[in-house]
């Protein structure tokens, strides 16, 4: 090609919140910026996560160098594995994000297949006409970076996600510099995290949930309940060390917590003071009020540890009147009903529940407010700007932003959603053509700590395996299951295969039966069970792995 193009790709994460990734091409070879996942509405119900189509990487494999990792959150990694099964690149990121991959690569047996290549903050990868230069961010999780892809048309800058933070935790900061310096040489394109733009001011660095947390410990009577994301490692720093301050032990619960832990202590980015842990099967043995407990499920994610303290279903922890439970993340939007139940549970074992905003934080966002992100404009000054990591209204708010603030220098500004293209050349920038984007419904079978097989389920499995609907009638008043409970199902196992379906309802039935009257109450809680259950019972009868999707009424 005597002309070649920069093509700027969003395959997802614009104009929704979740499932980042983006492809850069010039001329014959792309490269991948993050391969994320959504978590799924409640209309999605039965599915587990949600990831981008990658059918444009598909289309293009032979040109496709690699991929690039900003940082370890699933809505930038989680989709890795539906990636790989259908492409092979080689993945490039910072050790710690990597670790993250691998467990994920681990589960799906992809690891052995692929090539893992660890980075530090201020090296370069070349990978076709691309130079890499992997720059230090600040982010509500350690060893993030921004890239600074040299093409042979100009420098492309990819914040990643960020927030400016002047005393983050581990105390490594937000290079700045290398930003100012690439700004000072010329930027061509900047694409940024549009996520906070709607919020004043400076968001508050990590270090800033570190009064309320001291007082949580100074006041806390019994024992003290922490939920956080298990990568959020500044947090848990935070309450070993508050722990080792006041004479409390600190136990783990749930699958992520544990191995996230371990991957942190391993890489020297997790210091846990000596003999502060705790084992869980002592918790329940141990003084109330020389506990700690940290465990997964902020979200309410119905089979995570905390949902099952919170109806009293989890075999380490009885949360009982006098206890503390603090959930100290954000409320990730559709999760408020889920969230709310396992409060409501949690106030009904006679818990003390701190959450939400108040002042000083028992949260922090990760994400930078409108001065941040107004000073990483002034440092970068691009020719283009494409804002990223946001809704359509954060990303018009960014671009508009940008627009006011960078009166000279600033050539245009593009508002894409996923799916819409920039191309640029040495004559200028513009909208491209489309591409095919979407989402995929994955069925991963495990939600943090039910141990079983993870399930690739795209589109074409579905229309193989079909669905399957069990019909719940459950009386109001008795909060008991009267009559069998029906299934409905399209395109599995032949409908005269009655003994199988016969079967399956009695294994509801059984589901319903074996659960205490406190989870019955719980929808959330129950659809998880059934569909579980029932798909261990409908694999092993029948080898294969309908999409199932309870149905609950009360009658
Ligand atoms: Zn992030
Ligand atoms: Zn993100």
């Not at 905390?306 to 993340?329: F, I, P, Y």
């Not at 009257?517 to 092993?540: C, F, H, P, S």
Request: hydrophobic share 40%.
């Amino acid at each position: 090609m005597s002309n070649p193009k920069l093509h700027i790709v969003p395959l997802g994460g614009l104009g929704e919140f979740g499932m980042n990734s983006m492809a850069i091409r010039y001329g014959d070879d792309i490269i991948v910026v993050d391969a994320g996942m959504m978590f799924p509405d409640a209309e999605l119900l039965g599915v587990d996560i949600v990831t981008p189509d990658f059918a444009y990487l598909e289309e293009h494999r032979d040109k496709v160098r690699g991929l690039v990792l900003t940082h370890g959150h699933e809505d930038h990694i989680g989709g890795i594995p539906f990636l790989l099964s259908q492409i092979k690149l080689p993945i490039y990121g910072t050790a710690f994000t990597l670790a993250l991959v691998e467990r994920r690569l681990e589960e799906h047996d992809l690891l052995k297949e692929t090539k893992l290549n660890r980075v530090k903050p201020n090296d370069k990868v070349t990978l076709g006409p691309f130079e890499i230069e992997f720059i230090r961010v600040t982010h509500s999780i350690v060893s993030a970076v921004a890239l600074a892809i040299t093409t042979p048309l100009g420098v492309i800058i990819h914040t990643g996600d960020f927030k400016v933070d002047p005393t983050p935790t581990d105390n490594e900061l937000f290079d700045l510099h290398t930003l100012a310096e690439y700004g000072k040489r010329g930027v061509l394109l900047l694409m940024s995290d549009s996520t906070n733009v709607d919020r004043p001011g400076y968001t508050e660095s990590e270090r800033a949930v570190r009064p309320r947390f001291e007082d949580i410990f100074n006041r806390a009577e019994g024992r003290l309940v922490v939920s956080c994301f298990s990568s959020s490692i500044h947090r848990l720093q935070l309450i070993l060390d508050l722990s080792a301050q006041f004479g409390r032990k600190v136990a783990f619960l749930g699958r992520s917590m544990n191995s996230v832990t371990e991957i942190s202590h391993n890489l020297g980015l997790l210091s846990i003071p000596d003999g502060v842990l705790l084992r869980p099967q002592d918790i329940m043995t141990a003084p109330r009020h020389k506990v700690c407990v940290v465990a997964s499920g902020t979200q309410g994610e119905p089979m995570s540890a905390l949902s099952r303290v919170a109806v009293d279903n989890h075999k380490s922890l009885s949360v009982e009147t006098g206890d503390t439970v603090v959930l100290s993340s954000r409320i990730i939007p559709g999760n408020e009903k889920a969230i709310g139940r396992m409060m409501n549970h949690l106030a009904r074992r006679g818990a003390d529940i701190i959450y939400g905003n108040m002042n000083p934080p028992v949260h922090v966002s990760g994400h930078a407010s409108s001065e941040e992100l107004k000073l990483v404009l002034n440092l970068v000054r691009p020719r283009y700007f494409i804002p990223v990591h946001g809704e359509y209204l954060q990303m018009s708010k960014h671009a508009k932003l940008a627009q006011h603030l960078l009166t000279a220098g600033l050539e245009k500004t593009f508002v894409l959603e996923t799916g819409e293209t920039v191309e640029i050349d040495r004559i200028g920038a513009r909208m491209g053509p489309k591409v095919p984007v979407g989402r995929v419904c994955i069925d991963s079978g495990s939600l943090d700590e039910v141990v079983e097989d993870m399930i690739i389920r795209d589109r074409r499995h579905l229309s193989e395996d079909g669905f399957v609907i069990p019909i719940i009638a459950i009386n109001k008043h008795t909060g008991k299951c009267e009559t069998l409970p029906e299934i409905v199902s399209r395109g599995f196992v032949s409908m005269d295969d009655g003994l199988v379906m016969q079967e399956a309802r009695q294994a509801v039935a059984r589901t319903l039966e074996t659960s205490s009257a406190e989870e019955r109450t719980d929808w959330g809680v129950m659809q998880e069970k059934i569909r579980a259950d029932l798909r261990r019972y409908l694999n092993k009868q029948t080898q294969r792995r309908p999409l199932i999707m309870p149905v609950i009424l009360e009658v």
